[in-house]
C-alpha cells in the first residue's frame, strides 16, 4: 500500500510521462518504444531529421492518433484512452506545423472559440456580450501575440507568421498546463523569430513547455533539455550544451544515417 | 450596411402588405408554400452553410412532424396544441437518430446515409397502417382554430407563416453569432483542429442535425395544415431532393436563399405546367444553371448585383465615402 501511495506521488509531479510508447502504419514504426518524463515548468524540445517520427508523437499525445502500445500519464492521470477533446480539457494545448486555424471565422472568433472550448457550456446558444469575461480574455490574447490590430480580419487572409501567432494565442487561450508546439518558428521571418522567442520566454513558468523545432536557435535557447529522436527511437536525452557535443546526434544531422 | 437595412425594411413592408394588393392566387398558392418549403430548406442551410454536412432528409423529417400531428389529432382525437407539441418532438426525436447514425460519415457518404434513412422511414410509412395509414396516409388534418377561425384561411395562414418564417430566419442568422454557431461554422472548416480545442465534435454534429430537426419539424406541421393530409408521397425520393434543389437553387450557404429558392421552385412548378408538361425538366434546367453559372446559388447572383448597385450608385453620388466600404 505504501509503496503504491508512493510511486503515485512520484508520477503525479509528472507533467507528462510516455512509457514505452510505439505507433504502427502497416508494416512501418513511426514511433518505436519511446519513454519520456517532462517536470512541471520545464521547457523541452525535441529535435530530429525529416521523418523522425517528431509530429506523430504529438499526435498521440494529443490523443488524434491512439498509440499500438504503451502508456501516456498527465499529471500522474492515465488518458491512453482519452479522446483528444477531453485530454484538451485537463490542460493540454498544442500548435501544428502548418498552422490550423479557421479561414473563415474572424481573428477575435477564433480565439473566443479557444477560450469556450475548455468551459462548461461551450455550445451555448447565447450570443457573447462586450462585457462578458471570453471576450476580454480574447482582446488579451490579441494583445498578447501581437494581433490587436487584426482582430476583426478573417483568419484566412493572415500572412503566414499572423496565422502562427493567432495560434499561438488560441493554444494559449485555454490556460494550458502543457503546451506542446510543433515547429513554431516555421516559415517565420527574422523578426518574427525573435518576438517568438521572446512570447516563449514570457510565458508563465508554470506552464510546461515541449516543441520541435528545426531551428536549433530557437530550440537551444528555450528549452532547458532536448530529447533527440530518430528513425522513431529516442537516441539521445540531455541539456542543449550536451546534445550539441553528442557523437551520435552529430552523425544523424550530419554524417546521414 | 445601412442601404442594406433600408432594402431589408422595404422588403418586410412589401412582404408585411402584400396581401393587401397582391392577388389571392399569389398569397395563398405561391407565397404561402415559398414560406414553409423555405422554413424546410432553412433546415438544410443550416446544417450545410454553417456545418458543411448536406443532409436530404429534411422532407423526412418535416413528414414525420405531419404525421405525428395527424396521428394525435386525428387517429387519437386529441387537441391540436398535443398535435403540435407531437409533430415537433416527433421530428426533433427523428433527426437525433439519424444524426447518431449518419454524423460519423461526412460528405457524399452523409448525404447518402441521409437518403437511406429517409427510405426508411418511407417504407415504414407505406406499409404500416396502424399508426401512418399505410398507402393512403391520414387523412382529414385539420389546423387549429383560434376564435372560431382556421388558422389556414388565406390570410391569417399567409401572416403565420410570414411569422414562423421571419422568426426561424432571425433565430438562424442569430445562431451564427452564439458559441454553438461559431463551433459548427468551425468544425464544417477544421474539425480536427476544432476537437484539439476541446470540442467534442460528433456531438455538436448531433446537437446541429436535432436543431435541423425541429425547424424542418416546424415547417412540416405548417406543410400538413396546408395539404389537410399527409401520406407517403410527401416523404417520397421526389420530395426528399426537392428540399435540396430549392437550397442550392437559392445559395446552399444563405439563410435568405432558402426562401429565395422556395419562391423560385414553387413559382416553376406552378407556371412550368400551362406551357408545358415537363415541369420537372423545367426545374432540372433552372437548378443545372444555378450550378453551372453561380455555385453560390441565386443569393450569390443578388449579392454581386447588389454589391454593384451600391458602388455604381455611391461612385456617382458621393465619390468621396467610396474607399469608406
Known amino acids: ?257 | 450596411m445601412r442601404k442594406t437595412r433600408l432594402l431589408a425594411a422595404l422588403l418586410l413592408l412589401l412582404l408585411l402588405t402584400f396581401p393587401l394588393w397582391g392577388s389571392a392566387y399569389f398569397v395563398g398558392r405561391i407565397f404561402t408554400p415559398a414560406l414553409f418549403f423555405g422554413i424546410i430548406a432553412l433546415s438544410l442551410s443550416l446544417l450545410a452553410g454553417y456545418g458543411g454536412m448536406v443532409s436530404l432528409a429534411q422532407m423526412t423529417l418535416a413528414g414525420l412532424a405531419g404525421y405525428g400531428y395527424g396521428y394525435l389529432t386525428i387517429t387519437l382525437g386529441q387537441p391540436w396544441w398535443i398535435g403540435i407539441l407531437a409533430g415537433l418532438a416527433v421530428a426533433t426525436l427523428a433527426a437525433l437518430v439519424f444524426g447518431l447514425i449518419a454524423v460519423r460519415s461526412t460528405g457524399i457518404y452523409f448525404l447518402m446515409i441521409t437518403v437511406a434513412l429517409g427510405m426508411v422511414a418511407y417504407a415504414l410509412a407505406n406499409q404500416n397502417r396502424s399508426i401512418f395509414g399505410g398507402h393512403t396516409g391520414i387523412l382529414g388534418i385539420r389546423a387549429p382554430e383560434l376564435f372560431g377561425h382556421s388558422l389556414v384561411e388565406r390570410t391569417i395562414f399567409y401572416y403565420l407563416c410570414l411569422a414562423v418564417g421571419l422568426a426561424t430566419y432571425g433565430f438562424v442568422r442569430y445562431l451564427a453569432g452564439t458559441p454553438f454557431g461559431l463551433a459548427l461554422q468551425a468544425l464544417r472548416d477544421d474539425p480536427r483542429r476544432l476537437c484539439t480545442l476541446g470540442y467534442n465534435v460528433a456531438l455538436h454534429r448531433v446537437a446541429a442535425f436535432t436543431l435541423s430537426g425541429f425547424l424542418a419539424g416546424i415547417g412540416g406541421l405548417l406543410l400538413v395544415w396546408y395539404n389537410g393530409a399527409i401520406s407517403p408521397t410527401t416523404i417520397d425520393l421526389t420530395r426528399l431532393i426537392n428540399i435540396l434543389v430549392i437550397a442550392v437553387i437559392g445559395g446552399l450557404a444563405y439563410a435568405e436563399g432558402a426562401f429565395l429558392g422556395a419562391l423560385v421552385f414553387v413559382l416553376v412548378t406552378n407556371f412550368a405546367s400551362s406551357f408545358t408538361q415537363r415541369f420537372n425538366t423545367m426545374i432540372g434546367l433552372t437548378f443545372l444553371a444555378i450550378v453551372l453559372f453561380s455555385p453560390e446559388g441565386l443569393s450569390g447572383i443578388a449579392l454581386r448585383l447588389w454589391s454593384l448597385l451600391r458602388r455604381t450608385l455611391l461612385t456617382r453620388v458621393a465619390p468621396s465615402r467610396h474607399t469608406g466600404l
Open chain 1, 1 to 257: 500500500m505504501v509503496t503504491v501511495e508512493l510511486h503515485r506521488s512520484q508520477t503525479a509531479a509528472r507533467a507528462l510521462e510516455l512509457q514505452g510508447v510505439s505507433r504502427r502504419f502497416g508494416g512501418l514504426v513511426a514511433v518505436r518504444d519511446v519513454s519520456l518524463a517532462l517536470e512541471p515548468g520545464e521547457r523541452r524540445a525535441i529535435i530530429g531529421p525529416n521523418g523522425a517520427g517528431k509530429t506523430t508523437l504529438f499526435n498521440i499525445i494529443t490523443g488524434e492518433l491512439r498509440p499500438t502500445a504503451g502508456i501516456i500519464r498527465f499529471f500522474g492521470r492515465d488518458v491512453t484512452r482519452l479522446p483528444p477533446h477531453q485530454r484538451i480539457r485537463l490542460g493540454l494545448a498544442r500548435t501544428y506545423q502548418t498552422p490550423l486555424v479557421f479561414p473563415r471565422l474572424s481573428v477575435a472568433e477564433n480565439l473566443y472559440l479557444a477560450v469556450r472550448g475548455v468551459q462548461p457550456w461551450r455550445l451555448s446558444l447565447r450570443r457573447p456580450r462586450a462585457e462578458d469575461p471570453e471576450r476580454v480574455e480574447v482582446e488579451r490574447l490579441a494583445e498578447l501575440v501581437g494581433l490587436r490590430h487584426a482582430l476583426h480580419a478573417l483568419a484566412g487572409v493572415l500572412s503566414h507568421g499572423e496565422q502562427r501567432q493567432l495560434e499561438l494565442g488560441m493554444a494559449l487561450a485555454s490556460r494550458p498546463r502543457l503546451l506542446l508546439l510543433d515547429e513554431p518558428a516555421a516559415g517565420l521571418s527574422p523578426g518574427e523569430r525573435e518576438q517568438l522567442t521572446a512570447l516563449l520566454f514570457a510565458l508563465d513558468t508554470e506552464i510546461t513547455v515541449l516543441l520541435i523545432e528545426h531551428d536549433m536557435d530557437v530550440a537551444f535557447q528555450v528549452a532547458q533539455r532536448v530529447t533527440v529522436l530518430h528513425e522513431g527511437r529516442v537516441i539521445a536525452e540531455g541539456t542543449p550544451d550536451e546534445i550539441a557535443m553528442n557523437a551520435t546526434v552529430q552523425q544523424v544531422y550530419l554524417g546521414g544515417t
